[in-house]
């Protein structure tokens, strides 16, 4: 008996194998279940019997008081997350810099639960979440229920490899019918049900929950001979486990950014949620070459998609002043997770802007992050109206000082004209000391607002002053020796800014950090830009008639005048210290793409030369676009632009163009 039942144990495991790693069943359901009865009967009549490899040991049912810490022998770090293309291309250009030619392997980013398994000839001894990457926790007892984890490998080695436990998307549905008819809470997305399952003190309660997984890191492949990342991949399946048939070996960067294009498309009709593309260097000899920082390792790196949408309720709306009057109407939420953050507030433009939408308080909207980063309301779930909403109203009055708001004529916003308005003055006292702006360190939003409350910054000059109060500073709450000093500092420091910056922190509407910078090469000093007449601002590229207005307008105002006057007695640098912007014919006024991988020039160096020449860089090709410059394996720019029929250079023409 005790041979019939290894014989059955080698069978379920093949089945297993067959069914959930290679997606190919080789029996049928029915025999499956007949096979598995038929051992269970054979283990309860002899429990001495029982083998930890047996496919009974998914079932769960072991129950622990707790987890128990587990240190990770080779830490599981996490890795360094990039958000756009250029990112990607300044990974792939400093990877180069350290003198390697990349290979690079391409892998789905699964949102789940990432795990860490043990085997002992051949046999799982112990599985661990990764924690804060040196010490996690035990899970073993969960994780053996999960079937396509294999208890025993094909070959009796030792060996630690790593992976993602998730949860199905139609895993999720078929459990939330289940709990939704039991009148139970609904779990609300894969990862968390994933999670959530894994953390059962119960395995019988995660083996209900039916989890898969996909491993995809062999941490020290040298002491198994494998050179490259997709050998170590291979080795992992031929063992047993299961790998994500969709990963790629990719010859350059603009092959990795095909084949995120190319998921990004293909998201939604996957059976599982990925939040992204992992991209690793194959070579295990490069990987050590580029070694770690103290977080990350060097040698690979995640692209985040753009969240998928959320639901929540529109509580409320308020309003905000900003730093030039500008009124806010913004979403307070109910607080919702979006992209890995809780969201509780959005901002909804203008009035025009909700009305369009057709927004009302108490409304279910859809919520997204632009670009990973923004909070932005989407859409009014029509469908979920009560009939208890309440109509949007735009207030007529400043919510700060209650002043009669205005609204200028062929704009959308709403202002409030009160230049002594409280919110104004804070508003436009964070935005100056801002990192995009005068850049001052330890100056940020909540200490600007308890200076200014304390009296002690009631202005942009009283920013430079401060050292006037270094011993008041000492009895606030902290505020030690060492912050004190490295603040004032910071200020000193911010003195010798290049132009460009003080132009944005001087909150000049509709001038922002990148029409500065034009400003400041163009007009090289403060005094050059205040006397411009608006007929040379606006022939100026990308400089149009209301930048140029406002500009003109700023300068006109005394209180303005005299703003910069003060700042330049108390020592601030008033000119550009960039390069001069040249005119050149191959590059004023002319719009380029780059696109491949360049070898000559980085990608910023690059940029920094066209912009110095007068002309601009953008990301995609379009009709507008008059050069693109092509480096090696350029992609489907280089396509785009031939079908276009736009100018195209090779990096070697694009250097020859350049003055000498």
Request: aromatic letters at 8%.
């Amino acid at each position: 008996m005790q041979d019939r039942m290894n014989e059955l144990i080698d069978i379920i495991n093949e089945a297993d194998y067959n069914y959930h790693t290679l997606d190919n069943p080789t029996i049928t359901d029915q025999e499956y279940d007949k096979y598995l009865r038929e051992l269970f009967e054979i283990e309860e009549a002899h429990p001495e019997w029982v083998r930890e490899d047996s496919p009974t040991q998914h079932a769960g049912g072991k129950i622990i008081e707790g987890f128990t810490k587990v240190e990770h022998k080779i830490p599981m770090m996490s890795l360094s997350d990039v958000f756009s293309e250029d990112e990607l291309i300044k990974f792939d250009e400093r990877i180069k810099k350290e003198g390697v030619n990349p290979k690079y392997m391409c892998e789905l980013k699964i949102d789940g639960l990432s795990v860490s398994l043990l085997y002992e000839k051949g046999k799982l001894v112990r599985a661990a979440t990764r924690g804060d990457g040196t010490v996690g926790e035990d899970i073993t007892h969960n994780v053996k229920t999960i079937k396509v984890i294999p208890l025993k490998l094909k070959e009796e080695v030792d060996i630690e490899v790593r992976g993602e436990i998730f949860m199905n998307k139609k895993t999720l549905e078929e459990l939330n019918a289940k709990r939704k008819a039991k009148g139970e809470p609904l779990l609300q997305n894969c990862r968390n049900a994933a999670a959530g399952s894994i953390r059962q003190l119960d395995s019988k309660i995660a083996a209900e929950r039916k989890l898969d997984n996909f491993i995809y890191h062999l941490p020290n492949p040298l002491d198994y001979n494998l050179h490259t990342h997709a050998e170590a991949v291979e080795y992992m399946k031929n063992l047993g486990f299961k790998t994500n048939p969709n990963n790629r070996l990719v010859n350059s960067i603009e092959e990795v950014l095909e084949y995120i294009e190319e998921k990004g498309k293909l998201r939604k009709s996957l059976p599982y949620d990925i939040d992204g593309v992992v991209i690793k260097v194959n070579s295990i000899a490069d990987q050590n070459k580029l070694g770690y920082t103290a977080k990350y390792p060097k040698w690979a790196t995640a692209y985040k998609f753009p969240a998928e949408e959320v639901l929540t309720k529109l509580t409320d709306i308020i309003f905000t002043v900003g730093r030039t009057g500008q009124i806010t109407p913004n979403a307070v939420l109910e607080p919702v997770i979006v992209a890995g953050s809780t969201i509780s507030r959005a901002t909804l433009h203008n009035e025009d802007y909700v009305l369009e939408k057709d927004l009302k308080i108490g409304d279910i909207v859809s919520i997204r992050k632009a670009g990973d980063v923004i909070p932005e309301v989407v859409e009014r779930k029509l469908e979920r109206r009560t009939g208890k909403e309440k109509d949007f109203i735009m207030i007529t009055e400043c919510p700060m000082c209650n002043t009669k708001l205005i609204k200028k004529e062929g704009q959308v916003d709403y202002y409030c004209p009160n230049s002594k308005c409280p919110a104004r003055h804070i508003e436009g006292l964070i935005h100056f000391a801002s990192r995009d702006a005068m850049n001052i360190d330890g100056l940020g939003d909540r200490i600007m607002e308890d200076f200014y409350n304390f009296g002690f910054i009631g202005n942009i000059a009283d920013i430079y002053s401060l050292k006037e109060h270094a011993e008041d500073l000492k009895r606030l709450e902290g505020f030690g020796e060492k912050s004190i000093t490295n603040l004032l500092e910071a200020i000193e420091k911010s003195k010798e800014n290049s132009l460009e910056r003080l132009i944005f922190a001087l909150g000049i509407p509709h001038v922002g950090a990148k029409t500065a910078k034009i400003l400041a090469a163009n007009f090289e000093t403060m005094a050059n830009l205040e006397k411009a007449p608006e007929e040379e601002l606006v022939n100026i590229p990308d400089i149009g008639g209301i930048i140029a207005k406002s500009i003109i307008n700023y300068f006109l105002d005394d209180h303005h005048k005299a703003i910069v006057e003060e700042l330049k007695d108390l020592g601030l640098n008033m000119n550009y210290l960039g390069k001069k912007v040249e005119k050149d014919e191959n590059f004023s006024n002319k719009t380029f793409v780059l696109t491949g991988s360049l070898q000559i020039f980085t990608r910023e160096e690059a940029k920094e030369k066209i912009e110095s020449l007068g002309g601009k860089t953008v990301d995609s090709v379009s009709k507008k676009t008059s050069v693109v410059i092509v480096g090696e394996n350029p992609g489907s720019k280089y396509e785009k632009a031939k079908n276009l029929g736009i100018e195209i250079w090779t990096e070697e023409e694009f250097k020859e163009k350049l003055p000498e």
